[in-house]
């Protein structure tokens, strides 16, 4: 159909200002962070501000089969979010309200372009914490948090945000209204729709309210730094803390070449030759007790260097290594491909060791951090765009993280998502039985196929 | 087709005594123990050991559109697992073994049949806590676990079944095997299909392999009993309790008829002029100075009197009359229904309130213990079977129960299921679209509906 008809059948329904159909504005809506994926040209790009309008571009794009691509901030590293050609990008970042907090009932009720931290600070204020916390926590939205199923530094502690996800509504591919789940604490009526759409990355339909339960705010944590011989070493302090029952809110890897690349930007003064540091935090009443304890373990296993912070400022200080990671790799190459495997913790040094061999096999710069204490690793391949033959062996040694990954029984993504970055390897991981029915849960929900058409598989 | 043939293409794929044909033992298999909703009559009762043997049942049932119902150990409430006529039983019972216990990787992989019971407890020995403690936990399985997703005492702490199941093998429709979810902390590929089937009721499939999350075996809880003189009042400690961050591992509450049915029973010496009796506990490292915060919190709301425990001793003392709860109200009639319905925290003393007033329109006994924690009651309606009028009466205040829950923003089952007994209630509580995509869903796993047919809608 002529873009005039679909841009006019779209203004009917809509406020002037939520239409975009500038080319120029609406390509700066054509991809996410995942910037070496494959994008579209979207035909217009709609900025609703109420479900009503949500509703109408899903029946406008139902009745003319026009696909539709839902986006947060675009902060994702998968292409989730990147646009198709010809369709309907559906910004959902104007519908930003936070339309309840709720101390007693533990829960929030906000609109899906809520930001991560505004929300964060805002149930801070009642005494509550929202656990999930991704990198891009001061500019990613909760309903792309929801799309990606996300998950952050917390996760050793508290889980995914799917975890935190209770309940839903959803413009379904028709424009129809779905509410799932609940605001109570427990609730088993009917299947659990609501944990189908998180980590959906917007195929199966547009969220545009979410129900989400908070914990009580814990102390604020302490941190710990500790420094080790080999990577082995540290991943089995890892698996020994763990083992032992130990909870901390944080605990995290950084490999050699990591500390090499945040020295190299931030003159930092880590211990360049040291194999491996571990970052680990408590948010318990007592963070220094559990600290002194988790420290004995870390020189148990082999730590040459072992530093509690005396103060959440220190801590700060320690973290801010951490933060920089993907930055500084970043600044390595004039490219990166950033991997998310995530396997059984007491593999994590088989992941992290077979990731080194396949660096040096290729002869690549490739920086391993990972969130340890779940076993979830952020290989970052650092390469040359300009250089083919780089380019070509950066994408054969991310694959081949990702199939050493499934060997260990692990999985492709831990919490970045599938996208189109990952399509064909969700396929080679939930085999042919599982994809068929993966398939048929999408043609249940969008049997057109018109929600974020080409991603996932 | 004729009992004999499908008996023999079912024997045909089976050991000799993993098939039941002899009627009256296959009628024991008749019914959970939601005795008071239809069962059918089974054509056959197998009992498989293998998940080749399931295999072969389902493959079976599907080439004769034989529909079939999983079970575990019938200890449900809803009526989810029972028979209908012509039916296969599949009971999962003898699928009892525990395939791996990983206390690195904080993980547990079972079958289904494994008692609850057994399962904390082997994995209490290598200091790991598996936290789902429905209160059939020594006879319940796993498998009916996963099914009705069930909860218990615990919840308000650690939460339901569903958030310690991360990945399942289970038996489609037709006999394939689909591998969902994962064995690692985190893990984003695809549809969470994994927790599509917790709480499916058999409907979508049969598990035959699950893998369970697990967490440090924390200290034993100890507990404290408070006495309120009103239910308003001990709810409005509730809500102060949880507002104000405290987590015991333990919430629950009894009203006054409650109270006088366990004394009736166990000659306890509850006090009868109480209107409503708190139970707390705390599994932290200092329970006694947790439990001294949150009785000063419960006097502060106006409790008469507040009863910490010494040691886990008087703990089990005090929990008693909670764990007998149930089976004293059952004793005040020839009948009861236990309903299950969860409003929010904030709404307890509504419900709770709203159901003595139901009680007394109705003229009947009806008791209510709580997962006060969660907002989670149980009132339990006792009336005389033999009596037409007092059983259509308790017919329709266990209906007034549920609506007076949807009002109040709650849900008509935490943690009991759906089954045959709230098959309309479901559908008044999910609406004319959520109960389409949830049929839709069942499509697609089951397009012959051969799967539990009957239960959930």
Known sequence: MPLDDLQALLRAGLPDDALVTDPDVAASYAHDMAGFCAAGTPAAVVLPRTVEQVQHVMRT?????????????????????????????VSLTRMDRILDISPVDRVAVVEPGVVNAVLSRA????GLFYPPDPSSWETCTIGGNIGTASGGLCCVKYGVTAEYVIGLDVVLADGRLLRTGRRTAKGVAGYDLTRLFVGSEGSLGIVVRAVLALKPAPPVQLALAAEFPSTAAACAAVCAIMERGHAPSLLELMDRTTLRAVNAMARMGLPETT???????????????????LGAVCTEFGATEVVPADDPAESELLLKARRLSLTALEAVKSATMIDDVC???????????GTAAIAE???????????????????????DAADADESRRARESFDEIMALGLELGGTITGEHGVGVLKKEWLARELGPV???????????????????????F
Do not use: W, Y
């Open 361 to 383: 096999k290729h002869d690549l710069t490739i920086g391993v951090c990972a969130h340890a204490g779940d076993g979830n690793t952020h290989p970052v391949v650092c390469f």
């Open 343 to 353: 396997v059984p913790r007491s593999k994590l040094a088989a992941m992290i060791d």
């Open 434 to 456: 599982g994809l068929e029915m993966q398939r048929g849960v999408k043609a249940a929900f969008d049997p057109l196929g018109i929600l974020n058409p080409g991603k996932l």
């Open 123 to 126: 149930v801070a204020e009642h």
């Open 275 to 293: 194999e491996a540091l571990l970052l680990a935090a408590f948010d318990t009443p007592d963070p220094a007790a559990d600290l002194a304890a």
């Open 61 to 89: 794009a139902t009745a003319l089969r026009v696909p539709v691509v839902p986006q947060g901030a675009r902060t994702g590293l998968s292409g989730a979010a990147n646009a198709t050609d010809g369709c309907i990008v």
